[in-house]
Structures are given as C-alpha cells and as structure tokens.
C-alpha cells in the first residue's frame, strides 16, 4: 500500500502562486513515476505534470510556462510550483504515485483563483 500526502492548496487571486507538496509513503520506490491531476468542477480529471525517476518531466500544454514539478526522491516527495495562476486554474489537485500494480492517489487539495 501507498499513502499519499498532500499539502499547500487554498486561495490566491489571479498572477498569484501556490506551491504543491505530496508526499509519498509505505510501498514507495523512487524509480516510480509520479505527478499531479487536477478536476474542474463539472469537468473529467485531466493531466497536470508528470515526473519520471530520472528527472524527465511532462506538462500539459495548459500550463506550459507557469507550472514547474520537481521531486526529492531521498524524501519521497513531489512538488507542484504553479505562477502566473488562472481562474481557469481553479480545482482540486490531486497526487498520483504510479506503481506497476496500480495508481495510488492522493486525497485531493483544493487550488481557487480568484479574479
């Protein structure tokens, strides 16, 4: 089993900045992806970032630019730096950790720009 942590949502008005903390226990290996959806109300859960063991990383074409992930593999934990914030940004985050025998996710953060 993984437990998955997350911290640092809440409230920012438009330009602002949050920065994501997830952090990953019990079953964990570093060499394991991992990243950060996000779910719109009313809308499907979709890809923010994602962060392979060797540093690669992947960002949807939405946050291009403003969204930074990065990871402390000695820590188990994944970062989600966002700028430049949207109301279009505005929905609950969530951590994903991805195991070869499944995907673990996190208990969901709630990011809300104001305009």
């Known amino acids: 089993q993984v437990q998955l942590v997350e911290s640092g949502g809440g409230l920012v008005q438009t330009g602002g900045s949050l920065r994501l903390s997830c952090a990953a226990s019990g079953s964990v290996f570093s060499l394991n992806t991992m990243g950060w959806y996000r779910q719109a109300p009313g809308k499907e859960r979709e890809l923010v970032a994602t962060?392979?063991?060797?540093?690669?990383?992947r960002l949807s074409d939405s946050v291009k630019g403003r969204f930074t992930i990065s990871r402390d593999s000695a820590k188990y934990t994944v970062y989600l730096q966002m700028n430049s914030l949207t109301p279009e940004d505005t929905a609950v985050y969530y951590c994903?950790?991805?195991?070869?025998?499944?995907?673990?996710w996190g208990q969901g953060t709630q990011v809300t720009v104001s305009s």
């Open positions: 994903n950790y991805h195991a070869s025998w499944r995907d673990y």
């Open positions: 962060i392979h063991a060797g540093g690669t990383t």
